[in-house]
């Protein structure tokens, strides 16, 4: 069986974003047919992973954690002030009914893998 792909990249950029159950399909077709494929396509974008939550928020809305890994921070600088963002959160807004989302991003500061002799940081 091949190795899954490594997830490693100094800096993540994520979303935690909340999907309504009716209606919430729409954002899901526009983040996974559109949107994660044209952000990884910005400069300094390695790689994007989406992950189903098994939690739902208070509304029984389904949670979502969308996770890019960056090259550097200029490059996560350089796209929250792109045209390219700006653009994204025009296309989000009729998809806002279905959806609502917290952003937050940092620099990896401490790392482990299984077999691994040593810690990285």
Not at 41 to 51: Q, S
Request: aromatic share 12%.
């Amino acid at each position: 069986m091949p190795r899954p792909p490594q997830m490693e990249a100094p800096v993540l950029y994520m979303v935690r974003a909340w999907v309504a159950p009716q209606g919430g399909e729409r954002y899901l077709q526009w983040l996974e047919g559109k949107h994660m494929a044209e952000v990884l396509r910005e400069p300094g974008f390695l790689w994007a992973r989406k992950c189903r939550l098994e939690q739902t928020d208070d509304k029984g809305w389904t949670g979502y954690l969308l996770i890019y890994g960056l090259a550097s921070r200029d490059a996560l600088e350089a796209y929250l002030h792109s045209a390219a963002r700006e653009r994204f959160w025009r296309e989000l807004e009729p998809l806002n009914d279905v959806h609502r989302a917290e952003r937050f991003y940092g620099a990896v500061d401490f790392a482990l893998s299984s077999g691994a002799e040593s810690a990285t940081r």
